[in-house]
């Protein structure tokens, strides 16, 4: 197997004294062994001199590399120009023979946003020998950008009571270096207030080799995405970075104001201390989110990677799974998946076993705060484009009379059950995926049936609104570039809701939920999902390990097989199609479950992702408009003026995102706006949480 790529040089000037062949650009990145090679024959009898160039341009971007006088003997040599390469985007290279010869030839480079090098800044603590920086968590930091040349004095977090906010520090050295571990002091603020060191979660963050990009927006590299935790030393290779995630999570009574701490970071032959300041809003994000989640989770993978057979050793690591969720603000499709409700029938009439699930379900909206589930109902079918599953009901078929009293018995009895508790507006049916056309007529006598015999429960489908689905769903979930504002809004005033969803589509350019992606997307996304008025947002899966077709002997190792492959949908086992890399995948199993092959139980929780944060990030700051809107309308003697500055807080710029597929890659204009908004918070008065 091999990888790399074509780029052609257009000649733009040429020399009938020489014949030029350029050999290599190099690595041909920020921070690479960049320099271009080239052979020239002198075809003359003479030296002739010239001065070797590099130039690069990018819009009002120049830069120029020359190399020095050099005479060019008759006969043939080889030269070796050095440049630098500033940062992502698309370049034109530019190489140039001057003085006596003149030839030029221009080369585009088109480098994705993983080399991106214009952010960061350099800590105290970096020296030469092991250059140490900062960056936003919003960077996908490769491992050979430079260390910046912008300095700082320490780390900035910045968050609100009950949020967690996260930076990367990141070390460069020049020679290997060994066990390195990092912890974190307690973090003293005002009135000697303290931010206990135990909320301070520092993570490794891991790379992934990408070896098929997903699409234009990608390159075959590796990309750093999961976040496992320290549990031992590190070992560091000279020349690459290597990021730690650094991850502060605000208690709810923590007092507002900035607090001051370090992190310690040791190995063998270093040691250095990292100012770190965090700085706590004077306001709190509520446990549950306003933005309604809806994700899906394999609870069958875990028990299969973790090698879970004991039913005390399934629950002690389901609980960990669901904490994680609840801590990025993200509801599971099934919140529930060992306390399922039973049903038993006596003749055509269902009766229930409500306790266990009702404990599970109390727990899961209550304390973790998970704002959705998906219902389960038996005997509606179901199906995809790609195939259904007829209705049946206790054996009998949909146009038989037993079938229509079974049905209705059991959904009013749910439906009853989800009243009498307040979980209507939490469950919804979610039994069909992305019907085609020739789908609409069964989906709709599905839709038919719930509406008869649960008027109260909430339809929801994944597709856009058509005429032939008007009075089906009332919960639309297109995915998000098939969301049209104006046949969305008819709909919207009926009281209509919509989500809408990310999957192996869209790719580039719109924003996706890819490791081969910038990290800012599934942040933009959210607040995209804010200036169009949508409630929701769903993602099909969030631990798809391994695909059956793609391995049909064993299980996927995501760590090294980063690819989301096609599964079900009559993938031929042995089949390997891709979908994207890290398509629903957004947490990985824990590292000794990599791919199965731990010999026992391994009794630890998820490992997130940088994108998993990403999407918590993008939920809270939905959070950050929502609580600023409210405040908004309980202050109506705000004087005219000051009404309009801050309510225009509430519409986003287009420096997050000008349209679907225009957006920043640089997370510096969500950070500025989401401060805008916190201060803002802090005017009205905003303390508490709701």
């Not at 020399?15 to 002198?42: F, K």
């Not at 949909?398 to 229509?404: D, G, H, K």
């Not at 059991?410 to 009853?416: D, V």
């Not at 994207?580 to 000794?592: H, I, K, S, V």
Request: proline letters at 9%; aromatic letters at 10%.
């Amino acid at each position: 197997q091999v990888h790399g790529a074509t780029r052609f040089a257009a000649v733009l000037q040429a020399d009938p004294r020489l014949a030029v062949a350029i050999r290599s650009l190099g690595d041909a990145l920020p921070g690479g062994r960049n320099a271009v090679s080239l052979t020239v024959e002198n075809r003359t009898a003479g030296t002739l001199n010239c001065r070797p160039v590099v130039h690069l341009a990018r819009n009002a971007v120049t830069a120029a590399y020359p190399a020095g006088e050099t005479g060019l003997a008759p006969g043939t040599d080889t030269l070796s120009l050095p440049y630098e390469i500033p940062g992502a985007g698309t370049w034109d290279l530019e190489v140039a023979l001057e003085g006596e010869v003149d030839f030029r030839a221009q080369v585009e480079l088109f480098l994705p946003t993983l080399y991106e090098s214009a952010y960061g800044a350099r800590l105290p603590a970096s020296t030469d020998e092991v250059g140490l920086w900062w960056a936003s968590s919003g960077w996908k930091v490769s491992r050979t950008r430079p260390v910046p040349e912008e300095t700082a004095p320490a780390v900035e977090i910045k968050a609100a009571r009950g949020e967690a906010e996260a930076a990367q520090v990141v070390l460069r050295p020049t020679r290997p270096l060994h066990g390195l571990t990092a912890t974190a002091t307690d973090l003293t603020g005002p009135h000697g207030k303290v931010l206990p060191a135990d909320r301070v979660e520092l993570l490794r963050v891991r790379y992934v080799p990408v070896t098929q990009p997903t699409d234009q927006a990608g390159a075959a590299d590796w990309w750093p995405d999961p976040l496992p935790p320290l549990h031992q030393p590190l070992d560091l290779a000279a020349g690459q970075n290597q990021p730690l995630w650094v991850r502060v999570t605000i208690p709810e009574p923590t007092a507002p104001g900035r607090y001051q701490g370090s992190l310690h970071l040791a190995a063998t032959g270093y040691e250095v201390t990292v100012p770190l300041e965090v700085e706590v809003f004077d306001f709190g994000l509520p446990r549950r989110p306003t933005c309604t989640t809806a994700f899906g989770f394999s609870w069958g993978n875990v028990v299969q990677y973790q090698r879970l057979e004991r039913e005390a050793d399934q629950r002690r690591v389901l609980d960990l799974y669901l904490r994680d969720f609840s801590s990025h603000r993200i509801a599971p499709y099934d919140p529930a998946p060992m306390d399922r409700f039973q049903v038993t029938w006596e003749g055509l009439t269902p009766r229930f076993a409500w306790e266990d699930w009702d404990a599970a379900m109390t727990r899961a909206i209550d304390t973790l705060g998970f704002n959705s589930f998906d219902l389960p109902v038996q005997g509606l079918g179901s199906g995809t484009f790609h195939d259904r599953r007829e209705p049946e009901l206790l054996g009998y078929k949909e146009n038989t009379p037993e079938y229509q009293d079974a049905f209705g018995a059991y959904l009013r009895g749910i439906e009853e059950h989800l009243a009498a508790r307040g979980w209507l507006n939490e469950a919804y049916v979610y039994w069909f995926d992305e019907p085609d056309l020739k789908d609409y007529d069964f989906v709709m006598n599905g839709f038919a049936k719930l509406r008869r015999h649960g008027p109260r429960i909430r339809r929801m489908l994944t597709e856009q609104p058509e005429p032939a689905l008007v009075d089906g769903p009332n919960i639309w979930c297109p995915v998000s570039d098939a969301f049209d504002p104006d046949r969305a809004a008819p709909r919207m005033a009926t009281g209509e809701t919509f989500w809408w969803y990310v999957c192996t589509g869209p790719k580039a350019p719109y924003a996706g939920l890819f490791i081969d992606h910038p990290a800012t997307e599934l942040r933009v996304w959210l607040w995209q999902t804010w200036q169009r008025g949508i409630k929701g947002i769903l993602v099909w899966q969030t631990n798809y390990w391994t695909s059956e077709a793609a391995y049909p002997e064993g299980l996927q190792n995501p760590y090294e097989d980063p690819m989301g492959w096609v599964s079900g949908y009559s993938a031929p086992a042995g089949a390997r199609q891709a979908w994207g890399n890290g398509d629903g995948r957004f947490l990985y199993p824990p590292e000794a479950a990599a791919a199965g092959a731990a010999t026992g139980p391994v009794l630890e929780g998820p490992v997130a992702s940088i994108r998993w944060e990403m999407l918590r990030d993008g939920v809270e700051d939905y959070e950050y408009l929502v609580i600023l809107r409210d405040l908004l309308a309980s202050h109506p003697e705000l004087p005219a003026g000051e009404r309009q500055a801050l309510a225009g807080l509430l519409e986003v710029p287009a420096s997050i995102t000008a349209g679907m597929t225009s957006f920043t890659t640089d997370p510096t204009p969500i950070e500025a706006r989401r401060l805008a908004v916190a201060r803002a918070i802090e005017r009205l008065g905003g303390k508490g949480t709701r």
